[in-house]
């Protein structure tokens, strides 16, 4: 177990609505991030961070905004959700201290339906 | 975009080895290949790296060729409890602070039959 909660685990929200997904952690690690993963595609980075309020872009950012003003928490926030944001969204973190592996630990996902 | 190539899926006899194989032709010297699996639609798990040297673990083992532009992943005794889709993952640095991203492929739908 890595310590990782996220939350919620499911949601079913309407086009334009805000939504935020919750991603807390119990190890204190120093890196925390945002995928999504679609059907038949592998994970695509969203944001990432590296420290309290420490945060830069992945490869699919556009839509998406984070916040990390704990070490324990790193939020995902959908401004305005749109159907092309429906998808399942995975936390994962990484402790970026020595021994570090580059080893990341994912939580169990949150799934996004966006009507 | 990805930078690995994998086989969409493979079938695997139980008790026998499973061997993923897995091309990375464009790899830069620094880049590690990562594998990762995924049981149903659980988060992803962490199953072994490597940069050029064979690496093995109590999970599986890592073969990377000697140019680098292949890797193969075993798992010496498949069980029905390794039916997953496998993901092999070069991890590039960013400019930033000595990150790392995972750049992810579609992955290996791996079945153990009995």
């Known amino acids: 177990d890595a310590g990782i909660t996220q939350s919620p685990r499911h949601k079913v929200t309407e086009t334009g609505t805000p939504v935020t997904l919750r991603c807390h952690q119990t190890e204190n690690h120093r890196y925390m991030y945002w995928y999504r993963q679609d059907p038949g595609h592998g994970l695509r980075l969203i944001h990432y961070s590296y420290g309290v309020k420490d945060t830069d872009k992945g490869e699919v950012s556009d839509g998406y905004s984070v916040s990390r003003s704990k070490t324990e928490d790193f939020l995902l926030t959908l401004e305005s959700a749109t159907s092309s944001q429906t998808s399942v969204y995975f936390c994962?973190?990484?402790?970026?201290?020595?021994?570090?592996?580059?080893?990341?630990?994912f939580g169990e996902g949150s799934r996004l339906t966006v009507l | 975009d990805a930078k690995t190539t994998q086989p969409p899926s493979m079938d695997c006899a139980e008790g026998r080895a499973a061997n993923l194989p897995c091309n990375h032709s464009t790899i830069s010297g620094n880049e590690y290949v990562y594998w990762y699996r995924q049981i149903h639609s659980q988060g992803p798990q962490y199953i072994i790296h490597?940069?050029?040297?064979?690496e093995t673990n109590e999970m599986a083992s890592l073969i990377i060729t000697e140019d680098r532009k292949s890797s193969t992943l075993i798992l010496p005794h498949a069980t029905l409890r390794d039916t997953a889709v496998y993901y092999c993952?070069?991890?590039?640095?960013?400019?930033?602070?000595?990150?790392?991203?995972?750049?992810w492929g579609a992955g290996t739908k791996l079945i153990i039959k009995p």
């Open positions: 993952i070069v991890r590039v640095l960013t400019a930033l602070d000595s990150n790392y991203q995972l750049i």
């Open positions: 994962a973190i990484r402790p970026g201290t020595g021994g570090d592996t580059g080893e990341l630990f």
């Open positions: 490597g940069l050029k040297n064979n």
